[in-house]
């Protein structure tokens, strides 16, 4: 259970800025579960979805209002109420932040306006669950645009953006979600999408797994009916590639999140970028010199390394894979044993995808004041469940982050629970973003057209072309000039002019 001791500490603060963040925090502290009974949840249900995430841009609407969205009667100006949202009354702050987002996704604009006349998704009933944020309600306009049908629910808890989703809703989309829904209502909002009189989905968009499982389990019937789905989450993707080896897969899947442009760009770029940002606005610390352990070299972990090496951290590494092993050493790493450096080291990030990374035991032997975050997909990393015992007492200092403390006075810094430390404490880069949804835009039409037969019942990569189509919609924005082969050197290399120039199994 957790104390009833609750501190706030406002450093050097005005006093309004103080009043503001204790009454958000007083709201957050009191909304947070004491019990931890949804761990024993069967792992079908992806942990990540019922994570909190909470984006550091939506800090407008930490409403006083405390009604369920689900027990308001509301409509948009067009006299719809197919929708469910905190509060459509916002539509305008939203629309605001759409047109932002729009502006650094050049791509997907372009595709809106190629693809606009032959409506390529004409027909198409996309059922989505992604984060529900202005980027990824560019792609929903632009899925409309192409001629596709939507309905939307959030795959996170905390993640939506309040104003984006009344946006939707005022124009029209199926919108169901709102930050800060509790775990019955993320499966309420997923059931409001599918379940809905006279209208079958028939393409699904997903992000972590929980909708595809939701219709698998529940809707059996309508699952057989489904053209396609995209996947773009290291965590979904693995739970279809169960479903398909279990020969329980009845429906082709595009697994996006292995293509090039969204491992390199969304994973190495975006958290290179993002885990700075992240670390700042929580805790204003000074990367120089510090000590830093990131578990896990894939991706992500590059991508963070990167960052606080140029920062002039000193950057540890641990890894199980002797090849990412190897390159962290050629990239200037220390590769260790988390054991090894834990009772040193100033910051612990993990990025592996795994689970109990950081355990209770390496928790313990942390130095006083420690931070510990994480940046991968689920909220199994760190194993947050053991520190909820009586003899340490959890203080929030402000938004999404706690100290816990030992009895002895030791306190480490925990970021965001140990949830994804960049969609809760700060932003992601929309450029990124742009790429992976163009991506999934250019999935969900590559399946939504092919012709019987081409793909079967299981799970495929994006055609190398795709790749290289997304990322060529991107150049423009950097004034880049791509040089062209000549005849003579396509002929030598065996390749066609205008690609794929590279096979498949290459990962860049």
């Given at each position: 259970?957790?104390p ?5 500490k406002?450093?050097g ?17 009191n ?6 009974g ?6 079908s ?16 609407d930490?409403s ?10 509301q ?11 905190k ?8 629309r605001?932040e759409?047109e932002i ?5 050049p791509?997907l604009?372009a595709?809106r306006?190629?693809?606009q006349?032959?409506?390529?998704l ?12 202005a980027?990824?309600a560019?792609?929903m306009?632009?899925?409309?645009a192409?001629?596709a049908?939507?309905?939307w629910?959030?795959c996170?808890?905390y993640?939506t953006?309040?104003?984006v989703?009344?946006?939707l ?9 709102w930050?800060?829904?509790s ?9 409001r999408c ?12 997903d ?5 595809t ?8 019937n309508?699952?057989?009916k489904i053209?396609g ?5 290291v ?6 590639y ?6 329980k ?6 697994n996006?999140n ?8 969304d994973?190495l770029?975006?958290c ?5 940002d ?25 991508g ?17 894979d002797p090849i990412?092993?190897?390159?962290a050493c050629?990239d ?9 450096v ?14 109990n990374v950081?355990?209770?035991e390496?928790?313990?032997r942390?130095?006083?004041?420690c931070?510990?975050c994480n940046m ?5 990393e760190?194993d947050?469940a ?7 007492t959890?203080?929030?200092?402000r938004?999404?982050v ?5 009895p002895?006075g030791k ?19 929309t ?7 163009t991506?999934?835009?250019l ?7 092919a012709?019987e037969g081409?793909?079967?019942?299981d799970?495929?990569?994006l055609?190398k072309?795709m ?17 062209e082969?000549t005849?003579?050197?396509a ?5 066609n ?5 590279k096979?498949n199994?290459?990962r860049?």
């Open positions: 259970a957790m009833n001791k609750k501190k706030y406002v450093n603060d005005s006093g309004i800025k103080a009043q503001i963040q204790f009454a958000d925090q007083k709201q957050e502290f909304k947070r579960p004491t019990k931890i949804r761990r024993s949840l069967s792992r249900i992806s942990q990540s979805s019922t994570d909190s995430y909470s984006s550091a841009a939506s800090y407008t930490s006083d209002d405390e009604t369920s969205p689900r027990d308001k009667q409509k948009n100006s067009k006299g719809s109420s197919d929708f469910c949202v509060n459509i009354k916002q539509a305008e702050f939203g605001r759409i987002a729009e502006q650094e996704m791509a604009m595709l306006k190629r693809a006349g032959e409506k390529p004409a027909g198409a009933k996309i059922v989505g669950c992604t984060h529900i944020t980027q990824t560019v792609l306009e632009t899925l409309g192409l001629g049908q939507c309905r629910a959030a996170n808890i993640s953006l309040n104003e989703a009344a946006a809703a005022e124009s029209g989309f199926p919108v169901f979600a930050k800060g829904e775990e019955d209502d993320f499966w309420w909002c997923i059931d599918v379940n809905v009189e006279g209208w079958q989905p028939n393409m699904i968009l992000d972590g797994g929980d909708l499982h939701w219709i698998y389990k529940k809707y059996p309508m699952f057989k053209k789905i995209v996947e773009e989450s965590t979904g993707v693995h739970r279809l169960q479903l398909s080896k279990a020969g897969l009845c429906v082709p899947a595009m996006v292995d293509s090039v442009t969204k491992q390199k760009f994973n770029y975006c290179r970028e993002s885990i700075l992240g670390l700042k606005r929580t805790t204003d610390m000074m990367f120089g010199g510090k000590q830093v352990v990131v578990c896990g070299y894939g991706e992500v972990g590059k963070c390394c990167a960052a606080l090496k140029a920062m002039g951290s000193i950057v540890y590494v641990t890894e199980i990412c092993a190897l390159q050629m200037g790493f220390r590769l260790v044993k988390l054991n090894e834990i009772r040193q080291v100033d910051i612990v990030i993990t990025c592996t995808g795994n689970k950081v355990t209770r390496h928790l313990d942390m130095k006083n004041s931070i510990v991968g997909h689920s909220n199994t760190i947050v053991s520190l909820r015992t009586p003899e340490l959890w203080e929030r200092v938004s999404q706690d100290h816990v403390i030992w002895d306190r480490i810094v925990l970021l965001a629970e140990g949830r994804l430390l960049n969609l809760s404490c700060s932003t992601v880069p450029f990124v973003l742009s790429i992976t949804a991506t999934q835009a999935a969900l039409i590559e399946l939504y057209n012709p081409r793909y079967k019942q799970v495929y990569l055609p072309k790749d290289e189509y997304v990322a060529s919609l991107h150049l423009p924005t950097f004034d880049a000039h791509l040089t082969l005849d003579e050197q002929k030598y290399l065996g390749l002019k205008n690609g794929p120039f096979p199994y290459y860049c």
